[in-house]
């Protein structure tokens, strides 16, 4: 009979469980989920908002975070370190959560960062880096993408695939990491291929007016140059207007955050050729490790983590409907 009895049992505790798991059961983990961002905050210094970069990341935090109950605020210093370095300061004052930056170059902020940290903040840099490494950074393999776009410029200029072997380099802020890191990876490629000749290496300070000067400048003093590498595409804009009103055919690989801008430009022929460092990707890589971060409870400064974006080679042959990204003012 004791057989008979435990399955008994047993089927009277399956029954009791299925009428339980019919009216449904609450995930253990959720109350504590959304209790780690109650009442959070974090805040937002770019180097300035009003372009693709910036509005892309912020409207991305902004969408995955405020729904949970964190406040969002941004400080725009329009451009100006000084007042990007005040804001920064204030914000130590303040005291928000999580402090979301991102640098004008590797050196200005990289003693507030440290100081931040200390006082209790969790510190993301976001695309360019400090020379301070903080709890985390997002953002583009900057040398890794100078390499790349190294061979590419070899590929299509080498003398011996009927290319002339000049090329040009505009960069953005000298001293900011994507210039100061891409050039790394560049100059290691270039060092084994004497055969390229870089004629040109001058910055233009991400400004479209500088970078179109520029350009019109080094196509008249070489015009059998090849190709010219640019370091962001909204500046790139002038470099391929100077390209068009020399007549000549000057190859233009550039790069930026895959908005839609840049897939107009490659079909309307202002670039050759974009590097895409995704920026909603980017934002949920943010949103997603603020998330991490605000859970774990782990010390400001004791993570060092690095997320680097995976990158895409866009031109007007393999670009596909979705490869680029629309701001709102642009649907």
Request: proline residues 4%; contains cysteine.
């Given at each position: 009979m004791r057989p008979i009895k435990t399955c008994m049992i047993a089927a009277t505790f399956a029954l009791s469980a299925g009428a339980v798991l019919a009216q449904g059961i609450d995930d253990p983990t959720r109350a504590e989920y959304f209790e780690a961002f109650k009442g959070k905050?974090?805040?937002?210094?770019?180097?300035?908002?009003?372009?693709?970069?910036?509005?892309?990341?912020?409207?991305?935090?902004?969408?995955?975070?405020?729904?949970?109950?964190?406040?969002?605020?941004?400080?725009?210093?329009?451009?100006?370190?000084?007042?990007?370095?005040?804001?920064?300061?204030?914000?130590?004052?303040?005291?928000?959560?999580?402090?979301v930056v991102h640098n004008p170059d590797v050196q200005s902020y990289a003693r507030l960062l440290k100081k931040a940290e200390e006082a209790g903040i969790y510190v993301v840099q976001v695309n360019m880096r400090s020379s301070y490494s903080t709890d985390a950074f997002i953002g583009a393999d900057y040398v890794g993408m100078g390499g790349q776009i190294a061979e590419r410029l070899v590929e299509i200029c080498s003398p011996a695939n009927g290319g002339s072997g000049k090329i040009a380099v505009t960069q953005g802020v000298?001293?900011?990491?994507?210039?100061?890191?891409?050039?790394?990876?560049?100059m290691d490629v270039l060092a084994e291929h004497p055969e390229i000749e870089l004629v040109s290496n001058q910055a233009a300070d991400w400004d479209a007016t500088k970078a179109r000067n520029i350009a019109a400048t080094v196509i008249q003093q070489h015009p059998d140059l090849c190709a010219i590498a640019g370091f962001w595409d909204v500046m790139d804009v002038g470099t391929g207007a100077a390209i068009k009103e020399s007549g000549k055919d000057v190859y233009l690989i550039t790069q930026g955050g895959g908005n839609q801008s840049a897939c107009d430009g490659l079909e309307n022929g202002t670039y050759s050729e974009v590097v895409v460092y995704n920026v909603p990707g980017q934002a949920r890589d943010m949103a997603n490790m603020i998330k991490q971060m605000l859970q774990l409870k782990a010390e400001p400064g004791s993570m060092k983590t690095t997320l680097f974006t995976q990158l895409e080679f866009l031109t007007k042959d393999n670009m596909q409907p979705g490869s680029c990204w629309k701001m709102p003012s642009q649907q």
């Amino acid at each position: 009979m004791r057989p008979i009895k435990t399955c008994m049992i047993a089927a009277t505790f399956a029954l009791s469980a299925g009428a339980v798991l019919a009216q449904g059961i609450d995930d253990p983990t959720r109350a504590e989920y959304f209790e780690a961002f109650k009442g959070k905050t974090v805040a937002y210094v770019p180097v300035a908002m009003g372009f693709d970069l910036t509005e892309g990341w912020a409207a991305g935090l902004k969408e995955a975070l405020e729904p949970l109950g964190v406040k969002f605020e941004i400080r725009d210093p329009n451009w100006s370190t000084d007042a990007g370095a005040q804001a920064i300061t204030s914000l130590i004052s303040e005291k928000p959560d999580v402090l979301v930056v991102h640098n004008p170059d590797v050196q200005s902020y990289a003693r507030l960062l440290k100081k931040a940290e200390e006082a209790g903040i969790y510190v993301v840099q976001v695309n360019m880096r400090s020379s301070y490494s903080t709890d985390a950074f997002i953002g583009a393999d900057y040398v890794g993408m100078g390499g790349q776009i190294a061979e590419r410029l070899v590929e299509i200029c080498s003398p011996a695939n009927g290319g002339s072997g000049k090329i040009a380099v505009t960069q953005g802020v000298l001293t900011a990491a994507a210039s100061a890191y891409q050039m790394k990876g560049i100059m290691d490629v270039l060092a084994e291929h004497p055969e390229i000749e870089l004629v040109s290496n001058q910055a233009a300070d991400w400004d479209a007016t500088k970078a179109r000067n520029i350009a019109a400048t080094v196509i008249q003093q070489h015009p059998d140059l090849c190709a010219i590498a640019g370091f962001w595409d909204v500046m790139d804009v002038g470099t391929g207007a100077a390209i068009k009103e020399s007549g000549k055919d000057v190859y233009l690989i550039t790069q930026g955050g895959g908005n839609q801008s840049a897939c107009d430009g490659l079909e309307n022929g202002t670039y050759s050729e974009v590097v895409v460092y995704n920026v909603p990707g980017q934002a949920r890589d943010m949103a997603n490790m603020i998330k991490q971060m605000l859970q774990l409870k782990a010390e400001p400064g004791s993570m060092k983590t690095t997320l680097f974006t995976q990158l895409e080679f866009l031109t007007k042959d393999n670009m596909q409907p979705g490869s680029c990204w629309k701001m709102p003012s642009q649907q």
